[in-house]
């Protein structure tokens, strides 16, 4: 509860020190705007309702984009992670995809599946995928050969090994990364947004920075942050709920 205050104070320092620097001109309003505008900005956009529309489909793209890059994360991961063979002959590919800025596929996209929500979708998921394929891989990898080796002598079959041995390992590296892929698939769709749509926060934001309005494009970063920041948390909650079986912190350590 204390580190809650102190993270509130902080917050509030941060805004004290821009409302300062800003209206004494320290820092050019122009550039970088007034926090009391921006807030004013943010409320009456909740207010009148125009951004609910607007946030509604950037958090649809968000979501889809982060289940689909996930499941399709686990899936290969797993795959890869069990079939030596197959990830020996796609080692290079996978290193050469995950390399590319994949921003740059942002307009390719949008041939492919239109200006819609589609194309913010594709470009999200192929942010989520590699950190949770990543994870995934790494986490069947690091599962002890001992408890393997015990898990068949105790007649384990293969299927009983994936269920019983490697998820729960791969679960706990794919919830370590969900926290950052939550964050990747928003990048995927307010970027995909900003570079070609009619509808969206990044769409909102790219109006405004046409006009130089710089308080509603830091309007449009507080409301993004803000619902990123409420994702994160649900899947906190998710973790907690799934992983209860996992030690916490200092449980495991000899007294």
């Given at each position: 509860m204390k580190m809650r205050i102190y993270q509130?104070?902080?917050l509030l320092a941060i805004f004290g020190a821009w409302y300062v620097l800003t209206e004494t001109e320290i820092l050019a309003p122009f550039f970088f705007g007034k926090p009391l505008l921006v807030l004013e900005k943010t409320?009456?956009?909740?207010?009148?309702?125009?951004?609910y529309s607007h946030l509604g489909i950037t958090l649809i793209e968000t979501v889809l984009a982060f289940a689909v890059g996930t499941i399709l994360g686990l899936l290969v991961g797993l795959w890869l992670a069990l079939s030596p063979t197959a990830s020996a002959l796609l080692d290079p590919y996978?290193?050469?995809?995950?390399?590319?800025?994949?921003?740059?596929?942002?307009?390719?996209?949008?041939?492919?599946?239109?200006?819609?929500?589609?194309?913010?979708?594709?470009?999200?998921?192929?942010?989520?995928?590699?950190?949770?394929f990543f994870n995934v891989y790494q986490g069947v990898k690091e599962v002890s050969p001992v408890v393997l080796a015990n898990a068949r002598m105790l007649g384990a079959t293969s299927r009983d090994l994936l269920r019983t041995v490697y998820l729960p390992s791969a679960t706990s590296w794919v919830f370590s990364s969900l926290h950052t892929a939550v964050g990747m698939a928003f990048v995927g769709a307010v970027v995909g947004e900003y570079l070609g749509s009619a509808a969206g926060v990044g769409y909102l934001i790219l109006q405004a920075e046409a006009v130089f309005d710089i308080n509603t494009v830091f309007a449009g970063i507080l409301v993004l942050t803000?619902?990123?920041?409420?994702?994160?948390?649900?899947?906190?909650?998710?973790?907690?709920?799934?992983?209860?079986?996992?030690?916490?912190?200092?449980?495991?350590?000899?007294?």
């Open positions: 509130a104070a902080l409320w009456e956009w909740f207010a009148s309702g125009k951004i996978i290193k050469a995809a995950n390399s590319m800025p994949r921003v740059i596929l942002a307009p390719i996209f949008a041939v492919w599946f239109g200006l819609g929500i589609w194309s913010k979708v594709a470009l999200g998921v192929t942010l989520v995928f590699f950190i949770v803000a619902f990123a920041l409420v994702l994160d948390g649900i899947v906190s909650f998710a973790e907690k709920r799934l992983l209860v079986w996992r030690p916490a912190a200092g449980e495991t350590e000899p007294l």
